[in-house]
Structures are given as C-alpha cells and as structure tokens.
C-alpha cells in the first residue's frame, strides 16, 4: 500500500527529505502463535515528552515523544490491544513508597522558589544530576502513574504485557533524587503488584546498577533483583558489585552482573540468557519488571558498551517468552534517536510485530537523516572490549552457586506466603469480589495468571474482546486509600550505599563536554544499610520471620500525538 507521506513529489516528503520506500508493520506469524497472543496494553502519559531539564542536561523527556511518533508511525497502535493515557500518580500513591516530607518537597519546589528552599534541596540532593525544572512533580507524577496503572492491569488480568516507556527511573531513593531520578516508579510498580503476585523477579538492562530498586527490596524474599550494568567501582551509581546479594530475608534475593566497557552482542546475550534462565528456574516468578534502559545500546552519550538494537531487544524477546505478566519500563537513555528506535523496536517485539528497517515518515525525520532513516543502525564496535569470556564466565558460575540457595531449600521463597491483605485492606472499603481476593490470599495473583492463560488459550484474534473496561479493583481501592500517616521517616533510610573509597562518584564524562553526572563529595555521611521495605513488603517479611529460615541461610554461604520539535529538544549527540 502506498502511503501519503510515499508520495513521489521531492516536495511532499516531510521535511523535503527523500527517504526513499518505506512500509507498515507486518504480524509475523511465525514467531508469535494467535492462540498465544499476549494481550499488550500501551500507557503513555498525554505529554510527558514535553518536559525539560534543562537544554544541556543528557535526560531528555523529548526521547519519549519520538519513540509514541515511531510506534504510531510504525501502526503498532494497530496492534497493540489498548492504548492507554493514564492519569497522574496522587500524592498518596506516590507516599507508597517515598518518605512524606520528600514528597512534599517536590510538590512545591519550582525554579521560582528554589532559592528560597535551597536547604530542601540540598537536603532531597535535587542539585547537580537532578536540578528544579519547570512542572517537574507533574512529570514524575505522569511517568510513577503509568507504571502504576500499568502495574493494576497485570494484578486485574486484563493484559498481559504492560508498557511505560515513560517510566523505569531506577536511582530514586525513599526520600532523596539521584541520577535524574526523582520518584522511583519501579518500586512503586513492585508494591502494587506484590498485592497479588506472590514473588515479582526485577530484570534491569540500563548501563547503569539498578540500586533504588535494589535497596528498597534488599531484604525481601518476594522480589528478586537483577541488574545487569556497568561496575568500575566508580561508575555511577558507584554499587552494584557480583557479592551485593541481598540482607537479612532477602538474602540470596539480589544478583549483580558487573560487567565492563565495550560488551558486544553476542558476549551480552550469553550472560543475560544464561542469568535469566537459571533465576527463573529458581525464583519462579509469578510477575516480572523489565527496566529497558537504552544507555547500554553503543554509541549512547553517557554509555559505554556496544549493544545493537537488536541484541537489546532480544533481552525483551527472551524474557517475553517466559510468558509470565510483564511490566516493561523504559530507563536512560541520552542518545534519544537511538533510544526512540530502540524502544520502538522493543515495542514491536513485545506486540509480535515484524517492523521495516526503514523508519516511518514523521514530523520528527530530521533526528532520523545520519543514519538514513534506519530502523537499526550500525552502533557497535566503537569501544574496545573490556570482557573476556573468561571474566563472563566467572559471574555465570558464581550466580549459578548463589541461586543453589533457592533451589535446594525448602525456601520460604518457593511456597505461597500468603500476604497480610487483611492488614493491608483494613481500612479500606471492599466489595463481595474484594473479599474473594483476599479468601484467595496469595494464590489470588496466580489464579490470575491462569485466568489470564486460559484467555489467551481461546484468544481470537484481533477481533477478541476482553474486559477491559471493567474497572480494576485496585483502582476501586485506590481511590478510597487512607493517606499514611507515618510523617517523616529516620534519614539515611534511603540513601544509596557509599563505594570501598568512600567516594559516591558519579561516570567521567568531563571529555563530553556536557555537565557532569557525577555527583559532588557528600559532607553529609551515607550508610550502608539497607533500606527495610516498609508497609506492605516490611509486612510480610515480618510475616515470615516466624518461619524456618535457617535452611535457606545455613551453612557455606557464599558471600557477599505529533509535534513539531523545538529547537530545545534537539539533542547534542557528543557520543561517537
Ligand atoms: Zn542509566
């Protein structure tokens, strides 16, 4: 089918750009069965991608306007079964998880008043890599309710694949901003699907260690944690090492894969296939969050490795086809054409969809013109490998010992714990298919699954119908949530961990020209502890504390819409 935006006239081309002939998305049925289809629903907060750091800061909402053009261009809306504009996180909601008082904070600093409020800033550490913006609460409300929603459609059965590309801010703290993170979506992602889900595996893929996320469920046993990232010691965020493993009951429940500069594809998918594999054989996950930073594709502004699109997006492809609901969240990214292809590939992938290597038409072609328009351009090979398969191999056996831990226990991992929902709900109002859920207890979240199996089992097509419509019970519930009433939490609680050399150094990027991410000397001191989950999570680690633990722990433990751009948005590609 010829489209408009293919006409033949040099001048009708958008931008007067010839790009020669391009196509539409095409299913492909050979990878993807129709009796397998899983239901995707897409959530994109209505202009989140219209936000600013600020014109020289790397972090460019804009990468998120791009990639909605490319997947709408692409026609994936076609063939993604809901699109959704969610609404934005409340206060409360955002209180699931951040302290109070940083919430506050962030509700009513503005580039206006920051001068006044510069010793909350100081205090929240929103200086340097997280500066005041312009409706900034606004946009970590959009980005934190996305993947909320997100999170309540998977627990309500009503999709199988969630996507916010939007989210996955994975440095935020309990109650400060780190490495252009404010709220931390993720965690607030993990607590609503905890309400259903018996054990949630996290799976992060950005360059960079995933340690809000991992500090917050350190000592959980329900959710298991697995970052994949760049480890010098002094990359940021400066943790992140193979012996960082998980506390107390969440010991044995976090893995660390500190990998080099330079990684290429094929090291890259060995490693991750090879951890992935063996932690889902082990943990079971009834849930799985998959953060997609686009920092450690090759030639990213801040990354250092070599990754392809493609390989990035077979991570995706691979933890897809475990077929266990998934949330898929975006993450860095700072070289934002290679972001919005990448995440617009990965979309098509999690849709089964087929997409041309050349891009769709759209207003936004001028980003598109280096590489011809491409959808995969050559971005490996520009930085020396740093790995060898020695080194890989390395952290495969020593992830392979650490997860013996969960398989050759009578763990309290691998039963269904129930979770306290009494406790939970208490002070909320319930209707008659609430208290079901709860009579259910923990296998409420795995009757989900088969529900949500058995309907894809008898999918139709893409005439099938689903309920979708039907209002979620968490939603219900939400809108009737007490606010918490814990006011200010103990400081440190959430504070990311000091490195060996008691530095809290962020990447060297002096060389780039741009303002450094690294952040400055803290005079204030930074623990080491662990964050205990609070709420619903601390909740059910308590629950468990009264169980036999000592098997898991005893003995030889191993250690340790389109619009035209502005000139603002356009980005200053440093990388190479
Ligand atoms: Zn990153």
């Known amino acids: 089918m010829v489209r408009a935006s293919q006409a033949t006239t040099f001048s009708a081309s958008a931008y007067f750009d010839d790009r020669g002939a391009h196509g539409t998305a095409q299913p492909i049925s050979e990878r993807v069965l129709p009796h397998s289809r899983p239901i995707v629903s897409y959530f994109f907060p209505k202009g989140v991608g219209e936000f600013h750091y600020g014109e020289r800061h790397p972090m460019k909402p804009h990468r998120l306007t791009l990639t909605n053009a490319l997947v709408m261009g692409y026609g994936l809306d076609k063939q993604i079964h809901h699109m959704y504009n969610p609404r934005p996180a409340t206060q409360e909601e955002l209180e699931m998880y951040h302290d109070h008082d940083y919430v506050e904070f962030l509700s009513r600093v503005t580039p206006n008043n920051q001068l006044e409020m510069r010793h909350l800033i100081d205090t929240f550490n929103c200086v340097e890599d997280c500066p005041i913006f312009s409706e900034m609460y606004e946009f970590c409300r959009m980005y934190a309710g ?62 960079h260690h995933g340690d809000g996320v991992e500090l917050a469920f350190y000592h959980s046993n329900r959710v298991m944690t697995v970052s994949f990232h760049k480890y010098t010691g002094e990359f940021f965020p400066g943790t992140g090492k193979l012996d960082d493993n998980g506390a107390n009951l ?72 475990f077929n266990v609901p998934l949330l898929v969240l975006g993450g860095g990214g700072y070289t934002i054409k290679n972001v919005s292809r990448c995440w617009t590939y990965e979309t098509a992938v999690l849709v089964g969809a087929d997409i041309p290597d050349e891009l769709p ?39 392979r010992n650490k997860l013996r831990y969960l398989q050759g226990a009578p763990s309290v991992a691998m039963q269904e714990i129930p979770p306290d929902l009494e406790g939970l709900l208490a002070d909320e109002e319930k209707n008659p298919e609430e208290k079901d859920e709860e009579r259910g207890t923990a296998f409420a979240g795995e009757g989900r699954i088969d529900r949500s199996m058995a309907r894809n089992e008898y999918f139709d097509g893409d005439n099938d119908v689903d309920q979708d419509d039907v209002p979620t019970l968490s939603c219900a519930r939400r809108s009737v949530r007490r606010p918490r009433g814990s006011g200010r939490r103990a400081r440190g609680r959430g504070r990311g961990r000091a490195n060996l050399n008691g530095r809290d150094d962020g990447e060297d990027v002096e060389e780039s020209g741009v303002p450094s991410t690294t952040k400055p000397p803290k005079t204030r001191n930074r623990t080491r502890s662990r964050a205990k989950p609070r709420g619903r999570v601390a909740e059910k680690d308590k629950d468990m504390e009264d169980m036999d633990v000592d098997n898991v722990d005893g003995g030889g433990e191993p250690e340790s819409g389109l619009e035209p751009m502005t000139p603002v948005d356009i980005d200053i590609d440093i990388a190479v």
Request: charged letters at 20%.
């Open 146 to 207: 996305a993947s909320l929603a997100g999170a309540r459609k998977l627990c309500a059965g009503t999709c199988d694949t969630a996507i916010n590309w939007s989210g996955g801010l994975h440095h935020a703290k309990r109650g400060e901003a780190s490495g252009f993170c404010y709220v931390n979506d993720i965690v607030l992602a993990i607590l609503e699907l905890l309400r259903y889900h018996p054990r949630v595996l996290y799976i992060d893929i950005d360059i």
């Open 250 to 321: 969440g010991k044995h429940f976090c893995l660390n894969v500190p990998l080099q500069d330079g990684i290429d594809d094929e090291m890259y998918l060995t490693v991750f296939k090879t951890v992935i594999e063996d932690t889902v054989t082990a943990f079971h996950p009834t849930s799985i969050v998959l953060q997609c930073g686009a920092d450690s594709l090759g030639c990213d502004r801040l990354g250092a490795f070599n990754l392809s699109i493609a390989a990035h997006g077979e991570c995706v492809n691979f933890v897809r086809k």
């Open 361 to 399: 038409a759209t207003v936004y072609d001028p980003f598109f013109r280096d590489s011809q328009w491409k959808l995969h351009p050559p971005l490996t090979g520009r930085v020396e490998n740093q790995n060898s398969p020695a080194s890989l191999q390395k952290i495969t056996v020593s992830i």
